[in-house]
Protein backbone atom coordinates (compact mmCIF):
# COMPACT_ATOMS: atom_id res chain seq x y z
CA UNK A 1 0.00 0.00 0.00
CA UNK A 2 1.09 3.58 -0.89
CA UNK A 3 -0.69 4.69 2.27
CA UNK A 4 1.56 4.57 5.49
CA UNK A 5 -0.03 2.40 8.51
CA UNK A 6 0.70 4.77 10.63
CA UNK A 7 -2.59 6.85 8.68
CA UNK A 8 -5.02 4.71 10.31
CA UNK A 9 -6.95 6.68 13.47
CA UNK A 10 -6.03 7.32 16.79
CA UNK A 11 -9.05 8.65 18.16
CA UNK A 12 -11.55 8.40 15.60
CA UNK A 13 -14.33 5.92 15.62
CA UNK A 14 -13.15 2.84 13.62
CA UNK A 15 -13.46 -1.06 13.82
CA UNK A 16 -10.03 -3.17 13.73
CA UNK A 17 -10.55 -3.73 10.30
CA UNK A 18 -12.66 -3.73 6.94
CA UNK A 19 -15.47 -1.38 5.21
CA UNK A 20 -17.96 0.61 7.42
CA UNK A 21 -20.07 3.06 6.67
CA UNK A 22 -23.41 4.89 7.65
CA UNK A 23 -23.37 5.39 11.44
CA UNK A 24 -27.17 3.28 12.54
CA UNK A 25 -29.68 3.91 15.71
CA UNK A 26 -27.17 5.80 17.80
CA UNK A 27 -28.97 5.44 21.64
CA UNK A 28 -28.26 5.86 25.36
CA UNK A 29 -29.29 2.89 27.33
CA UNK A 30 -28.68 2.21 30.70
CA UNK A 31 -25.85 4.26 31.23
CA UNK A 32 -24.41 2.87 27.96
CA UNK A 33 -24.27 5.09 24.26
CA UNK A 34 -24.47 2.42 21.66
CA UNK A 35 -23.28 2.91 18.38
CA UNK A 36 -24.04 0.70 15.28
CA UNK A 37 -22.79 1.26 12.03
CA UNK A 38 -23.18 -0.43 8.15
CA UNK A 39 -20.15 -2.79 8.14
CA UNK A 40 -18.96 -5.27 5.54
CA UNK A 41 -17.25 -8.39 7.88
CA UNK A 42 -15.63 -9.67 4.57
CA UNK A 43 -13.55 -6.92 3.54
CA UNK A 44 -12.29 -3.06 2.82
CA UNK A 45 -14.83 -2.02 -0.21
CA UNK A 46 -18.81 -1.81 0.60
CA UNK A 47 -20.37 -5.23 0.42
CA UNK A 48 -22.30 -7.90 2.87
CA UNK A 49 -23.46 -4.92 4.64
CA UNK A 50 -24.55 -5.81 8.47
CA UNK A 51 -24.85 -4.00 11.60
CA UNK A 52 -22.32 -3.98 13.31
CA UNK A 53 -22.21 -2.80 17.29
CA UNK A 54 -20.23 -0.77 19.58
CA UNK A 55 -20.68 0.00 23.47
CA UNK A 56 -19.16 2.90 25.45
CA UNK A 57 -19.91 5.27 28.58
CA UNK A 58 -18.59 8.14 26.99
CA UNK A 59 -18.99 7.94 23.56
CA UNK A 60 -14.88 7.87 23.67
CA UNK A 61 -13.53 4.48 24.37
CA UNK A 62 -15.17 2.25 22.37
CA UNK A 63 -15.59 -1.87 22.79
CA UNK A 64 -16.75 -4.01 20.21
CA UNK A 65 -19.77 -6.52 20.48
CA UNK A 66 -21.26 -9.06 17.98
CA UNK A 67 -22.91 -7.94 14.78
CA UNK A 68 -26.26 -6.67 16.06
CA UNK A 69 -28.26 -7.60 12.81
CA UNK A 70 -27.05 -9.64 10.14
CA UNK A 71 -29.14 -10.77 7.30
CA UNK A 72 -31.60 -13.94 8.49
CA UNK A 73 -34.76 -14.09 6.97
CA UNK A 74 -36.34 -13.03 3.78
CA UNK A 75 -36.85 -9.87 4.06
CA UNK A 76 -33.67 -8.38 4.49
CA UNK A 77 -31.44 -11.23 3.38
CA UNK A 78 -29.67 -9.62 0.64
CA UNK A 79 -28.48 -6.71 3.11
CA UNK A 80 -29.30 -5.06 6.50
CA UNK A 81 -28.95 -1.05 5.31
CA UNK A 82 -29.41 1.65 7.63
CA UNK A 83 -32.01 2.53 10.19
CA UNK A 84 -32.91 4.30 13.47
CA UNK A 85 -33.84 3.63 17.23
CA UNK A 86 -37.26 5.00 18.84
CA UNK A 87 -37.62 4.32 22.52
CA UNK A 88 -40.89 2.70 23.39
CA UNK A 89 -43.43 4.25 25.94
CA UNK A 90 -41.63 1.80 28.72
CA UNK A 91 -38.17 2.68 27.66
CA UNK A 92 -37.55 -0.34 25.42
CA UNK A 93 -35.97 0.24 22.64
CA UNK A 94 -37.17 -0.83 19.07
CA UNK A 95 -34.73 -0.78 15.99
CA UNK A 96 -36.38 -0.18 12.33
CA UNK A 97 -34.09 -0.99 9.27
CA UNK A 98 -33.83 -1.30 5.59
CA UNK A 99 -34.07 -5.00 4.62
CA UNK A 100 -32.94 -5.98 0.86
CA UNK A 101 -34.89 -8.89 0.00
CA UNK A 102 -34.10 -9.71 -3.63
CA UNK A 103 -30.98 -10.56 -4.96
CA UNK A 104 -30.74 -9.39 -9.04
CA UNK A 105 -32.49 -5.50 -8.08
CA UNK A 106 -32.04 -3.26 -4.77
CA UNK A 107 -36.01 -4.13 -3.79
CA UNK A 108 -36.18 -2.67 -0.19
CA UNK A 109 -38.48 -3.03 2.74
CA UNK A 110 -38.53 -1.75 6.02
CA UNK A 111 -38.01 -4.12 9.19
CA UNK A 112 -38.22 -4.14 13.02
CA UNK A 113 -35.43 -5.87 15.56
CA UNK A 114 -36.12 -5.67 19.22
CA UNK A 115 -34.00 -6.44 21.98
CA UNK A 116 -33.87 -10.39 23.67
CA UNK A 117 -33.46 -9.03 26.83
CA UNK A 118 -33.94 -5.43 27.66
CA UNK A 119 -32.76 -5.86 30.89
CA UNK A 120 -29.43 -6.62 29.62
CA UNK A 121 -27.77 -2.70 29.15
CA UNK A 122 -25.39 -4.28 26.43
CA UNK A 123 -28.20 -4.72 24.56
CA UNK A 124 -26.29 -8.00 22.74
CA UNK A 125 -28.75 -9.44 20.87
CA UNK A 126 -31.72 -8.71 18.63
CA UNK A 127 -34.77 -10.51 17.47
CA UNK A 128 -36.42 -10.10 14.18
CA UNK A 129 -40.42 -10.89 15.03
CA UNK A 130 -42.19 -12.82 12.49
CA UNK A 131 -44.69 -10.15 10.90
CA UNK A 132 -41.58 -8.42 9.05
CA UNK A 133 -41.55 -6.33 6.87
CA UNK A 134 -43.50 -3.91 8.50
CA UNK A 135 -43.44 -1.23 5.54
CA UNK A 136 -43.26 -2.54 1.59
CA UNK A 137 -43.09 -0.12 -1.23
CA UNK A 138 -46.58 0.08 -2.33
CA UNK A 139 -48.66 2.67 -4.37
CA UNK A 140 -46.11 3.88 -7.19
CA UNK A 141 -43.27 3.82 -4.65
CA UNK A 142 -39.92 3.06 -6.65
CA UNK A 143 -39.09 -0.21 -4.86
CA UNK A 144 -35.30 0.57 -5.53
CA UNK A 145 -35.18 3.94 -3.92
CA UNK A 146 -36.75 3.23 -0.29
CA UNK A 147 -34.75 2.87 2.64
CA UNK A 148 -33.19 4.30 5.94
CA UNK A 149 -36.26 5.15 8.15
CA UNK A 150 -36.14 7.60 10.75
CA UNK A 151 -36.29 7.94 14.68
CA UNK A 152 -39.93 7.95 14.72
CA UNK A 153 -42.34 10.54 17.43
CA UNK A 154 -45.49 10.76 18.86
CA UNK A 155 -47.88 12.34 18.04
CA UNK A 156 -50.99 13.67 20.50
CA UNK A 157 -53.02 11.20 19.58
CA UNK A 158 -50.56 9.06 20.77
CA UNK A 159 -49.68 7.20 17.40
CA UNK A 160 -46.07 6.65 16.36
CA UNK A 161 -44.84 8.65 12.66
CA UNK A 162 -41.42 7.98 11.07
CA UNK A 163 -39.92 9.10 7.47
CA UNK A 164 -38.48 6.47 4.80
CA UNK A 165 -36.52 8.42 2.23
CA UNK A 166 -36.93 8.23 -1.52
CA UNK A 167 -37.37 9.10 -4.78
CA UNK A 168 -40.22 10.29 -6.75
CA UNK A 169 -39.87 10.51 -10.40
CA UNK A 170 -36.11 11.27 -12.20
CA UNK A 171 -35.04 13.51 -9.47
CA UNK A 172 -37.64 14.58 -6.12
CA UNK A 173 -36.15 13.39 -3.19
CA UNK A 174 -39.06 12.80 -0.62
CA UNK A 175 -39.26 11.93 2.91
CA UNK A 176 -42.57 9.97 3.57
CA UNK A 177 -44.56 9.77 6.69
CA UNK A 178 -46.05 6.87 8.16
CA UNK A 179 -48.00 6.37 10.85
CA UNK A 180 -49.01 3.55 13.46
CA UNK A 181 -50.35 3.08 16.82
CA UNK A 182 -48.52 -0.10 17.36
CA UNK A 183 -45.13 0.03 15.68
CA UNK A 184 -46.56 -2.97 13.85
CA UNK A 185 -49.09 -2.27 11.08
CA UNK A 186 -47.79 1.19 9.39
CA UNK A 187 -49.63 3.54 6.94
CA UNK A 188 -48.37 5.91 4.64
CA UNK A 189 -49.82 9.85 5.24
CA UNK A 190 -51.35 10.61 1.72
CA UNK A 191 -48.81 13.66 1.42
CA UNK A 192 -45.05 13.00 2.39
CA UNK A 193 -43.36 15.32 5.00
CA UNK A 194 -41.09 17.48 2.26
CA UNK A 195 -39.97 16.76 -0.96
CA UNK A 196 -37.54 19.11 -3.03
CA UNK A 197 -35.32 18.57 -6.59
CA UNK A 198 -32.39 17.30 -5.67
CA UNK A 199 -32.05 14.00 -6.44
CA UNK A 200 -32.42 10.89 -3.90
CA UNK A 201 -32.81 11.47 -0.19
CA UNK A 202 -31.07 9.06 1.66
CA UNK A 203 -30.77 8.40 5.67
CA UNK A 204 -33.33 11.25 6.76
CA UNK A 205 -33.42 12.89 9.95
CA UNK A 206 -36.04 15.23 11.53
CA UNK A 207 -35.78 16.54 14.85
CA UNK A 208 -36.56 19.22 17.56
CA UNK A 209 -34.19 21.79 18.52
CA UNK A 210 -34.77 24.47 21.19
CA UNK A 211 -35.50 28.28 20.02
CA UNK A 212 -34.68 30.13 23.09
CA UNK A 213 -30.80 30.22 22.63
CA UNK A 214 -30.60 27.18 25.12
CA UNK A 215 -27.95 24.59 23.69
CA UNK A 216 -30.25 22.08 25.45
CA UNK A 217 -31.50 19.26 23.23
CA UNK A 218 -34.83 18.31 22.66
CA UNK A 219 -36.28 14.62 22.35
CA UNK A 220 -37.79 13.72 19.31
CA UNK A 221 -41.18 13.17 20.91
CA UNK A 222 -40.81 15.53 23.95
CA UNK A 223 -43.48 17.76 21.51
CA UNK A 224 -47.03 16.75 21.03
CA UNK A 225 -49.06 19.54 19.56
CA UNK A 226 -49.24 22.54 18.44
CA UNK A 227 -49.35 24.24 21.83
CA UNK A 228 -48.78 28.11 21.32
CA UNK A 229 -45.68 28.13 23.97
CA UNK A 230 -44.35 24.61 23.04
CA UNK A 231 -44.16 25.56 19.36
CA UNK A 232 -42.71 28.68 20.36
CA UNK A 233 -39.83 27.08 22.05
CA UNK A 234 -38.99 24.58 19.62
CA UNK A 235 -37.87 24.88 15.37
CA UNK A 236 -37.59 21.61 13.67
CA UNK A 237 -34.60 20.45 12.01
CA UNK A 238 -35.05 18.23 8.21
CA UNK A 239 -31.78 17.08 7.10
CA UNK A 240 -31.18 14.82 4.17
CA UNK A 241 -28.30 12.98 2.25
CA UNK A 242 -28.03 13.80 -0.76
CA UNK A 243 -26.98 10.58 -2.84
CA UNK A 244 -26.44 12.64 -5.77
CA UNK A 245 -23.84 15.01 -3.94
CA UNK A 246 -22.60 12.94 -1.57
CA UNK A 247 -23.40 15.63 1.10
CA UNK A 248 -25.36 16.31 3.76
CA UNK A 249 -27.88 19.23 3.69
CA UNK A 250 -30.13 20.47 6.67
CA UNK A 251 -33.27 23.35 6.67
CA UNK A 252 -34.32 24.70 9.44
CA UNK A 253 -38.18 25.54 9.91
CA UNK A 254 -41.78 24.66 11.49
CA UNK A 255 -43.68 21.13 12.02
CA UNK A 256 -47.48 21.97 11.03
CA UNK A 257 -48.85 18.87 12.64
CA UNK A 258 -52.20 19.15 11.20
CA UNK A 259 -50.80 18.94 7.66
CA UNK A 260 -48.39 16.47 8.98
CA UNK A 261 -45.70 19.05 6.56
CA UNK A 262 -42.69 20.30 6.98
CA UNK A 263 -42.18 24.41 5.88
CA UNK A 264 -38.68 25.08 5.98
CA UNK A 265 -38.60 29.04 7.19
CA UNK A 266 -35.94 29.39 3.91
CA UNK A 267 -38.26 28.65 1.12
CA UNK A 268 -34.37 28.72 -0.71
CA UNK A 269 -33.48 26.70 1.67
CA UNK A 270 -33.78 23.74 -0.56
CA UNK A 271 -31.32 24.48 -2.99
CA UNK A 272 -28.97 23.25 0.06
CA UNK A 273 -26.57 25.65 1.33
CA UNK A 274 -26.83 25.13 4.72
CA UNK A 275 -24.85 22.08 5.34
CA UNK A 276 -23.60 19.74 8.31
CA UNK A 277 -19.91 20.19 6.71
CA UNK A 278 -18.52 20.98 3.97
CA UNK A 279 -16.01 18.59 3.91
CA UNK A 280 -16.30 14.66 3.39
CA UNK A 281 -19.48 13.64 6.12
CA UNK A 282 -22.25 11.58 5.06
CA UNK A 283 -25.14 9.86 6.21
CA UNK A 284 -25.42 11.57 9.68
CA UNK A 285 -27.94 10.48 11.93
CA UNK A 286 -28.44 12.95 15.29
CA UNK A 287 -29.94 11.31 18.65
CA UNK A 288 -31.58 12.42 22.34
CA UNK A 289 -28.91 11.73 24.68
CA UNK A 290 -30.77 12.07 27.94
CA UNK A 291 -27.99 11.27 30.44
CA UNK A 292 -26.54 15.00 29.62
CA UNK A 293 -29.99 16.77 27.38
CA UNK A 294 -28.35 17.34 24.69
CA UNK A 295 -28.52 16.17 20.92
CA UNK A 296 -25.80 14.26 19.20
CA UNK A 297 -24.36 14.23 15.71
CA UNK A 298 -22.60 11.39 14.27
CA UNK A 299 -21.54 11.30 10.53
CA UNK A 300 -19.32 8.72 8.53
CA UNK A 301 -16.46 9.93 6.79
CA UNK A 302 -15.24 7.99 3.58
CA UNK A 303 -11.63 7.73 2.52
CA UNK A 304 -10.06 9.37 0.05
CA UNK A 305 -7.51 7.20 -1.24
CA UNK A 306 -8.41 4.53 -3.67
CA UNK A 307 -10.21 1.63 -3.08
CA UNK A 308 -6.80 -0.65 -3.99
CA UNK A 309 -4.85 1.07 -1.01
CA UNK A 310 -8.18 0.23 1.32
CA UNK A 311 -8.19 -3.27 0.53
CA UNK A 312 -4.21 -2.90 0.61
CA UNK A 313 -4.58 -1.47 4.00
CA UNK A 314 -7.51 -3.81 5.36
CA UNK A 315 -9.56 -0.70 6.43
CA UNK A 316 -11.81 1.76 4.71
CA UNK A 317 -14.08 4.55 6.57
CA UNK A 318 -14.47 6.25 9.77
CA UNK A 319 -16.89 8.16 12.31
CA UNK A 320 -16.86 12.10 12.82
CA UNK A 321 -16.16 12.66 16.36
CA UNK A 322 -19.52 12.83 17.61
CA UNK A 323 -20.87 16.33 17.65
CA UNK A 324 -23.10 18.20 19.88
CA UNK A 325 -25.45 20.41 17.93
CA UNK A 326 -27.77 23.19 18.72
CA UNK A 327 -30.29 26.19 17.06
CA UNK A 328 -27.98 29.28 16.71
CA UNK A 329 -29.57 32.35 18.81
CA UNK A 330 -30.49 33.96 15.36
CA UNK A 331 -32.75 31.29 14.53
CA UNK A 332 -30.78 30.68 10.93
CA UNK A 333 -28.37 27.79 11.35
CA UNK A 334 -27.24 24.85 13.60
CA UNK A 335 -23.50 25.44 15.89
CA UNK A 336 -21.39 22.43 15.73
CA UNK A 337 -19.20 21.09 18.70
CA UNK A 338 -17.17 18.18 19.24
CA UNK A 339 -19.02 16.39 22.44
CA UNK A 340 -17.02 17.55 25.40
CA UNK A 341 -15.90 14.27 26.46
CA UNK A 342 -13.17 14.39 23.72
CA UNK A 343 -11.20 16.90 25.54
CA UNK A 344 -10.58 14.07 28.00
CA UNK A 345 -8.22 12.69 25.91
CA UNK A 346 -5.94 16.14 25.81
CA UNK A 347 -2.57 15.58 27.58
CA UNK A 348 -1.88 17.45 30.40
CA UNK A 349 1.04 19.80 28.63
CA UNK A 350 -0.61 22.12 26.18
CA UNK A 351 1.58 24.69 24.10
CA UNK A 352 0.50 28.18 23.69
CA UNK A 353 1.23 31.58 21.56
CA UNK A 354 -0.17 34.34 22.80
CA UNK A 355 -0.54 37.90 21.16
CA UNK A 356 1.63 36.26 18.22
CA UNK A 357 1.50 38.58 15.29
CA UNK A 358 1.70 37.13 12.13
CA UNK A 359 2.80 39.51 9.19
CA UNK A 360 2.08 38.93 5.81
CA UNK A 361 3.59 36.32 3.87
CA UNK A 362 4.49 34.69 7.82
CA UNK A 363 4.29 31.63 9.05
CA UNK A 364 4.95 30.79 12.96
CA UNK A 365 5.56 26.69 13.95
CA UNK A 366 3.77 25.12 16.99
CA UNK A 367 6.40 23.55 18.61
CA UNK A 368 7.03 21.32 21.72
CA UNK A 369 4.35 18.67 21.52
CA UNK A 370 3.68 16.00 18.70
CA UNK A 371 0.62 16.94 16.82
CA UNK A 372 -0.30 13.85 14.18
CA UNK A 373 -2.82 13.45 16.48
CA UNK A 374 -3.60 16.80 18.08
CA UNK A 375 -6.56 19.10 19.13
CA UNK A 376 -6.15 23.11 18.52
CA UNK A 377 -7.93 25.85 19.25
CA UNK A 378 -7.05 29.45 18.28
CA UNK A 379 -8.65 32.58 18.17
CA UNK A 380 -7.64 34.92 15.50
CA UNK A 381 -7.64 38.91 14.97
CA UNK A 382 -7.62 40.68 12.14
CA UNK A 383 -6.33 44.46 12.71
CA UNK A 384 -7.45 45.83 9.80
CA UNK A 385 -10.59 44.78 7.10
CA UNK A 386 -9.58 47.17 4.61
CA UNK A 387 -7.59 45.24 2.13
CA UNK A 388 -10.89 42.34 2.30
CA UNK A 389 -11.05 41.59 -1.78
CA UNK A 390 -14.20 42.29 -3.35
CA UNK A 391 -16.39 39.33 -3.71
CA UNK A 392 -16.67 38.81 -7.22
CA UNK A 393 -20.79 38.92 -7.58
CA UNK A 394 -21.11 35.47 -9.92
CA UNK A 395 -18.89 33.38 -6.84
CA UNK A 396 -21.16 34.70 -4.15
CA UNK A 397 -23.32 31.66 -4.11
CA UNK A 398 -20.12 29.51 -4.90
CA UNK A 399 -18.22 28.51 -1.94
CA UNK A 400 -16.17 26.13 -3.42
CA UNK A 401 -15.59 26.85 -6.67
CA UNK A 402 -14.61 30.89 -4.94
CA UNK A 403 -11.84 28.81 -2.95
CA UNK A 404 -10.71 26.21 -5.67
CA UNK A 405 -10.11 29.00 -7.80
CA UNK A 406 -8.12 31.29 -4.58
CA UNK A 407 -6.56 28.44 -2.90
CA UNK A 408 -4.27 28.23 0.36
CA UNK A 409 -1.11 29.85 -1.21
CA UNK A 410 -3.09 32.60 -3.27
CA UNK A 411 -1.85 35.91 -1.76
CA UNK A 412 -4.86 37.55 -0.98
CA UNK A 413 -6.07 40.86 1.27
CA UNK A 414 -7.60 39.77 4.46
CA UNK A 415 -6.56 36.21 4.29
CA UNK A 416 -6.26 33.42 3.17
CA UNK A 417 -4.97 32.91 7.63
CA UNK A 418 -4.99 29.89 8.84
CA UNK A 419 -3.29 26.21 10.33
CA UNK A 420 -1.25 24.13 7.96
CA UNK A 421 -1.71 20.86 9.79
CA UNK A 422 -0.17 17.88 8.78
CA UNK A 423 2.59 19.69 7.36
CA UNK A 424 6.49 18.36 6.75
CA UNK A 425 9.19 20.30 8.55
CA UNK A 426 10.26 21.58 4.56
CA UNK A 427 6.44 22.31 3.84
CA UNK A 428 6.54 20.13 0.80
CA UNK A 429 3.40 18.56 2.45
CA UNK A 430 1.04 20.91 4.08
CA UNK A 431 -3.05 20.55 4.80
CA UNK A 432 -4.68 24.11 4.99
CA UNK A 433 -7.51 25.14 6.88
CA UNK A 434 -7.85 28.68 6.44
CA UNK A 435 -10.31 31.74 6.36
CA UNK A 436 -10.28 34.59 3.63
CA UNK A 437 -12.88 37.86 4.23
CA UNK A 438 -14.65 39.28 1.00
CA UNK A 439 -16.11 42.57 0.86
CA UNK A 440 -19.88 41.83 -0.78
CA UNK A 441 -20.54 44.44 -3.61
CA UNK A 442 -22.84 47.57 -2.57
CA UNK A 443 -26.03 47.16 -3.45
CA UNK A 444 -28.08 44.27 -4.31
CA UNK A 445 -28.43 43.64 -0.82
CA UNK A 446 -24.68 43.37 -0.31
CA UNK A 447 -24.41 46.59 1.18
CA UNK A 448 -20.29 45.98 1.79
CA UNK A 449 -20.59 43.99 4.43
CA UNK A 450 -17.66 41.42 5.19
CA UNK A 451 -18.31 37.89 4.00
CA UNK A 452 -16.24 34.98 5.80
CA UNK A 453 -15.17 31.81 3.62
CA UNK A 454 -13.88 28.86 5.45
CA UNK A 455 -11.58 26.38 3.78
CA UNK A 456 -9.80 23.39 3.72
CA UNK A 457 -6.92 22.72 1.07
CA UNK A 458 -5.58 19.62 0.41
CA UNK A 459 -4.11 19.93 -2.52
CA UNK A 460 -0.47 19.41 -1.12
CA UNK A 461 -1.26 17.31 1.69
CA UNK A 462 0.84 14.45 -0.47
CA UNK A 463 3.72 13.46 -2.70
CA UNK A 464 1.37 10.52 -3.12
CA UNK A 465 -0.12 10.92 -6.72
CA UNK A 466 -3.32 8.95 -6.75
CA UNK A 467 -5.62 10.68 -3.95
CA UNK A 468 -8.97 12.27 -4.27
CA UNK A 469 -7.91 15.93 -2.72
CA UNK A 470 -10.46 17.84 -3.33
CA UNK A 471 -10.71 21.49 -2.20
CA UNK A 472 -13.59 22.33 0.49
CA UNK A 473 -15.00 25.46 1.27
CA UNK A 474 -18.62 27.04 3.07
CA UNK A 475 -19.37 30.63 3.81
CA UNK A 476 -19.68 31.51 7.53
CA UNK A 477 -22.58 33.60 9.64
CA UNK A 478 -20.42 35.06 11.54
CA UNK A 479 -19.82 38.99 12.73
CA UNK A 480 -16.15 39.95 11.72
CA UNK A 481 -16.83 43.65 12.18
CA UNK A 482 -14.72 43.21 15.01
CA UNK A 483 -12.00 41.34 13.23
CA UNK A 484 -11.83 38.10 15.33
CA UNK A 485 -12.78 34.39 14.70
CA UNK A 486 -12.13 31.04 16.48
CA UNK A 487 -10.76 28.07 14.64
CA UNK A 488 -10.61 24.49 16.05
CA UNK A 489 -8.84 21.51 14.10
CA UNK A 490 -9.27 17.80 15.68
CA UNK A 491 -6.19 16.19 13.82
CA UNK A 492 -5.94 12.33 13.82
CA UNK A 493 -3.24 11.13 11.27
CA UNK A 494 -5.62 11.19 8.15
CA UNK A 495 -8.06 13.53 9.03
CA UNK A 496 -8.75 16.87 9.66
CA UNK A 497 -12.21 17.36 11.76
CA UNK A 498 -12.29 21.36 11.52
CA UNK A 499 -14.89 23.90 13.49
CA UNK A 500 -14.84 27.45 11.89
CA UNK A 501 -16.28 30.41 14.45
CA UNK A 502 -17.57 28.19 16.88
CA UNK A 503 -18.95 25.56 14.87
CA UNK A 504 -20.85 27.94 12.44
CA UNK A 505 -19.02 25.95 9.45
CA UNK A 506 -17.71 22.91 9.51
CA UNK A 507 -15.18 20.66 7.22
CA UNK A 508 -13.40 17.17 8.09
CA UNK A 509 -11.20 16.18 5.18
CA UNK A 510 -9.65 12.79 4.72
CA UNK A 511 -5.89 13.16 3.91
CA UNK A 512 -2.52 10.62 3.36
CA UNK A 513 0.85 12.92 3.94
CA UNK A 514 3.98 10.46 2.86
CA UNK A 515 6.20 13.06 4.87
CA UNK A 516 4.02 14.16 7.42
CA UNK A 517 3.51 11.18 9.30
CA UNK A 518 3.81 10.46 13.01
CA UNK A 519 6.86 12.69 14.95
CA UNK A 520 7.50 14.37 11.53
CA UNK A 521 4.24 16.20 11.67
CA UNK A 522 3.97 19.20 12.40
CA UNK A 523 1.65 22.74 12.40
CA UNK A 524 1.90 26.03 11.30
CA UNK A 525 -0.04 29.63 11.59
CA UNK A 526 0.51 31.04 8.21
CA UNK A 527 -0.62 34.10 6.83
CA UNK A 528 -0.95 34.64 3.18
CA UNK A 529 -3.16 37.85 3.20
CA UNK A 530 -1.85 41.87 3.10
CA UNK A 531 -3.49 42.43 6.30
CA UNK A 532 -1.96 41.50 9.42
CA UNK A 533 -3.18 39.02 11.81
CA UNK A 534 -3.02 38.13 15.55
CA UNK A 535 -3.10 34.89 17.28
CA UNK A 536 -4.81 36.01 20.74
CA UNK A 537 -4.42 32.91 21.94
CA UNK A 538 -3.55 29.41 20.75
CA UNK A 539 -3.92 26.32 22.54
CA UNK A 540 -2.54 23.01 20.69
CA UNK A 541 -2.86 19.34 23.22
CA UNK A 542 -0.88 16.39 22.17
CA UNK A 543 -4.61 13.94 21.99
CA UNK A 544 -4.47 10.43 23.92
CA UNK A 545 -5.82 7.31 22.04
CA UNK A 546 -8.63 5.51 23.57
CA UNK A 547 -10.16 1.65 24.07
CA UNK A 548 -11.14 1.82 19.95
CA UNK A 549 -12.88 -1.42 19.64
CA UNK A 550 -9.79 -3.92 20.57
CA UNK A 551 -7.77 -2.63 17.87
N1 LIG B 1 -25.90 3.46 2.85
C1 LIG B 1 -26.81 2.39 3.21
C2 LIG B 1 -28.14 2.81 2.70
C3 LIG B 1 -28.03 4.29 2.67
C4 LIG B 1 -26.63 4.52 2.19
C5 LIG B 1 -26.32 1.10 2.63
C6 LIG B 1 -26.08 5.87 2.54
O1 LIG B 1 -29.20 2.37 3.55
O2 LIG B 1 -29.00 4.89 1.85
O3 LIG B 1 -25.07 0.75 3.16
O4 LIG B 1 -24.70 5.89 2.60
Not at 56 to 73: G, H, T
Not at 305 to 326: C, E, L, S
Amino acid sequence: SIVNSQLRTGYHFQPPKNWINDPNAPMYYKGWYHLFYQYNPKGAVWGNIVWAHSVSRDLINWVALKPAIEPSIKADKYGCWSGSATMMADGTPVIMYTGVNRPDVNYQVQNVALPRNRSDPLLREWVKPGHNPVIVPEGGINATQFRDPTTAWRGADGHWRLLVGSLAGQSRGVAYVYRSKDFRRWTRASQPLHSAPTGMWECPDFYPVTADGRREGVDTSAVVDDDVSAAARVKYVLKNSLDLRRYDYYTVGTYDRKAERYVPDNPTGDDHHLRYDYGNFYASKTFYDPAKRRRILWGWANESDTAADDVAKGWAGIQAIPRKVWLDPSGKQLLQWPIEEVERLRGKKPVTLKDRVVKPGEHVEVTGIQTAQADVEVSFEVASLEAAERLDPAMAYDAQRLCSARGADARGGVGPFGLWVLASAGLEEKTAVFFRVFRAARGGGGGGKPVVLMCTDPTKSSRNPNLYQPTFAGFVDTDITNGKISLRSLIDRSVVESFGAGGRACILSRVYPSLAIGKNAHVYVFNNGKAEIKVSQLTAWEMKKPLMNGA
